[in-house]
């Protein structure tokens, strides 16, 4: 009875109500019910990605080569051997090229695409998801596709052949000086219509009333575009960048779909020299230490951006 008592109290009207406790209890599990659902997700990607990072990173000072060896502890001498190596400049030349024109080609073409959208044409929803209908495929498909559409014995140049002009040519796929450009074809096809709808969006997110007050001083819509409202889109192409460099870095699937690194590894990239060397040349030291050399490429692109990211926002 006693028991009873103390888990109820008189309120100022007389009638009996429940003590405080278990409201503050609640209140604790509510404040508390956030982070106790997170919790799972969070454990996961600290043991599968940041863990697993470590553990490369571990690697990659180890003489390892089928199975892990921790036995000896190598140094640098694996990054040494990485640098040495003739197949990983070829693919480092081949990240700076295909990357630079890769982004340099989605961010123009994106660009251009969203001010043509931007003039409220006909059809615009239309026009868009065909834009953006190749973003939804993978990778792997987009590469498949364009290895049927640039062989020349049954693509392209077979077509133009049957149609009369034997005389055309378009074997960019087979010459090992030219392939690597096929990727940059694949790859810009695929994604330039999601830096368009990133460009799309922030066109519009900007003021009408700046660009009407233009207009009232005479300013055409190209000078608009240039002094105006293509400066307002600079954090839009900031995350573009980032995005991209991103995708052209991790690029694997594409690689092997269309030309598998050939001919013979003229279009090898980071991601497949890790790969052909940590899983089937038996080489997991050399194969760790070009995965931490690409997650270094990684970083150089996302700490300076959100290095900027946190500056604007004190600024602000």
């Known amino acids: 009875m006693s028991n009873n008592n103390a888990a109820l109290k008189s309120g100022a009207d007389g009638l009996v109500q429940p ?17 106790i659902v997170l919790a799972p997700s969070f454990l996961i990607s600290l043991v599968f990605v940041y863990g697993f990072i470590i553990w490369t990173a571990v690697l990659s000072f180890t003489n390892s080569r089928m199975l892990p060896n ?12 990485l640098f040495e190596n003739d197949r990983w400049a070829v693919a480092a030349t081949n990240l700076l090229i295909f990357g630079s024109l890769f982004m340099l080609i989605c961010l123009l073409l ?4 969203a001010v043509l959208l931007d003039q409220k044409i006909r059809q615009e929803g239309a026009i868009r998801t065909i834009y953006l209908y190749p973003m939804a495929l993978s990778f792997i498909v987009t590469g498949t596709a364009w290895k049927w559409i640039l062989n020349p014995g049954l693509g392209l140049e077979k077509m133009m052949h049957d149609w009369g002009f034997t005389n055309f040519t378009f074997d960019w796929l087979v010459n090992p000086d ?17 830096v368009m709808a990133m460009f799309l969006a922030g066109l519009r997110g900007v003021d009408n ?9 005479g300013a055409t819509m190209p000078t608009i575009y240039r002094r105006i409202v293509l400066p307002c889109l600079r954090p839009v192409l900031f995350s573009a960048v980032m995005i991209l460099a991103h995708i052209a870095i991790k690029s694997f699937d594409l ?19 890790m790969y052909a060397h940590a899983f089937t040349r038996s080489q997991i030291g050399l194969g760790s230490a070009s995965a931490m050399m690409m997650l ?12 900027s990211e946190l500056r604007s926002k004190r600024n602000d």
């Not at 994106?110 to 695409?113: L, V």
């Open 19 to 35: 003590a405080a406790a278990p409201r503050r209890f609640s209140n604790r599990l509510q404040d508390w019910l956030p982070q």
């Open 70 to 81: 921790y036995s000896k502890f190598v140094g640098f001498d694996q990054y040494v051997r």
């Open 110 to 113: 994106g660009a251009f695409m």
């Open 178 to 194: 030219m392939a690597k450009y096929t990727l940059v074809i694949a790859a810009v096809w695929q994604s330039s219509g999601f």
């Open 209 to 217: 009333s700046m660009i009407k007050a233009a207009q009232l001083d």
């Open 255 to 273: 690689v092997m779909a269309l030309t598998g690194g050939g001919p013979g590894y003229s279009t090898d990239l980071p991601a497949t020299f």
């Open 296 to 307: 270094a490429g990684v970083l150089a692109i996302l700490v300076p951006y959100l290095y």
